[in-house]
């Protein structure tokens, strides 16, 4: 089993990739730290995860606010202090949805919208790596694994310039903070996930027209959309023992678009 007496931190963990990235870790031994802004989600997620953990694998659900630096670095420092250790950090908080219109192109978007978009897909993992890193300094090792998009490559026909350029920074602030930590043992990596059907994103995808969900299909060469699972097994590569000489690096789980 990859993570037996691992820590992992797991932001956004009540739900869609988060979820299903902590559903691994705990089958798989951890100590799984599952981090969202909902307690009506964490009161569910919580103890159906817990039924799914084996191997000594655990499962603690703590109420933060991911863009709240107060929170943020004082649940980082319960988790270090009742553990000892945090091994893993995924940062899961983002997405394209917490704007009316997603798709609005740059002519469309209002600079609150910008603004939010940019706060919301980047601030969070600043927050929770800022904190993170003197932990896993001091333990000189650590994986902090990012969840960009494709977007962040241009590579994405139905997100905003805004959600663009946010993943984009991931991307750039992946690459830049492996440089940084590679000296401490701490390795930072990125997924690039395309379409994914999560809770947040099924319904938008159901709302698409057959043709339009039929072209997604058809530019996909593995001819299907991912599901939550899809991301979470990367992010388990990455965060586990497996990919110790991988840093720096995003991988675009997108069935080959």
């Not at 559903?23 to 981090?35: K, N, P, Y």
């Not at 602030?173 to 990596?189: C, D, M, Q, S, Y």
Request: aromatic fraction near 4%; charge should be neutral.
């Amino acid at each position: 089993m990859r993570f037996v007496n691992k820590v992992a931190l797991i932001t956004a963990a009540a739900n869609g990739i988060g979820r299903a990235t902590a559903q691994i870790m705990a089958r798989e031994g951890a100590t799984v730290i599952c981090v969202d802004n909902h307690q009506e989600r964490l009161d569910e997620a919580v103890p159906a995860l817990r039924r799914t953990a084996a191997h000594g694998g655990k499962v603690e659900g703590r109420l933060v606010d991911a863009l709240d630096a107060a929170q943020v670095d004082k649940v980082v420092a319960e988790v270090a202090r009742d553990h000892g250790q945090i091994d893993i950090l995924v940062n899961a908080v983002g997405g394209s949805t917490v704007i009316a219109n997603p798709q609005a192109t740059t002519e469309q978007l209002a600079f609150a919208d910008w603004q939010k978009l940019i706060a919301f897909n980047l601030d969070g993992t600043f927050l929770f790596t800022h904190a993170v890193i003197p932990v896993m300094k001091r333990q000189r090792r650590g994986k902090i694994v990012n969840l960009a998009s494709i977007a962040g490559r241009g590579l994405s026909w139905n997100s905003s310039s805004a959600y663009a350029a946010a993943k984009g920074g991931i991307i750039a602030f992946t690459r830049k903070l492996a440089h940084e930590l590679g000296p401490e043992g701490i390795n930072v990596n990125a997924i690039a996930p395309s379409v994914t059907l999560t809770e947040r994103i099924r319904p938008h995808w159901e709302k698409r027209s057959q043709a339009s969900q039929a072209e997604e299909i058809d530019r996909t060469p593995m001819r299907r959309v991912a599901e939550a699972v899809d991301q979470a097994n990367v992010i388990c590569f990455l965060a586990s023992s497996e990919s110790d000489f991988v840093t720096g690096l995003t991988i675009d789980v997108t069935g080959g678009v």
